[in-house]
Nanobody, 129 residues
């Protein structure tokens, strides 16, 4: 069973930076669609950024484009989310997710539409103004 464990959340002032990490316990498939999602209090979960495990191209929500960077280090079995120029509206619980699938179904603006099989427990990010 693949397990994901996030870390790196915390409290930061507006304009600051944080890097989230998501450690993957093992890879049981040839490739994964991997991504970060977040959930604001009282709202539905939304996609933040996605990437295919062996690819370079990444996909971002408009609200974080230019400020966040997703990356994957297969050797370390870790997914990252570098968050810069944080805003109070970035305050949310952040979740990483992974799903075994082909690259063709993890591309473009619809990368997040299919269900993800594996989820982390979440890490809280709070941005103070």
């Amino acid at each position: 069973q693949v397990q994901l464990v996030e870390s790196g959340g915390g409290t930061v002032q507006a304009g600051g930076s944080l890097t989230l990490s998501c450690k993957v316990s093992e890879y049981t498939a040839g490739g994964y669609c991997m991504g970060w999602f977040r959930q604001h209090p009282g709202k539905e979960r939304e996609e933040v950024a996605g990437i295919y495990s062996s690819a370079i191209n990444a996909y971002y929500a408009d609200s974080v484009k230019g400020r966040f960077t997703i990356s994957h280090d297969s050797a370390k079995k870790t997914l990252y989310l570098q968050m810069n120029t944080l805003k109070p509206e970035d305050t949310a619980m952040y979740f990483c997710a992974a799903d075994p699938r082909g690259q063709w179904s993890c591309s473009g603006s619809s990368w997040f539409l299919d269900d993800f099989a594996y989820w982390g427990q979440g890490t809280q990010v709070t941005v103070s103004s």
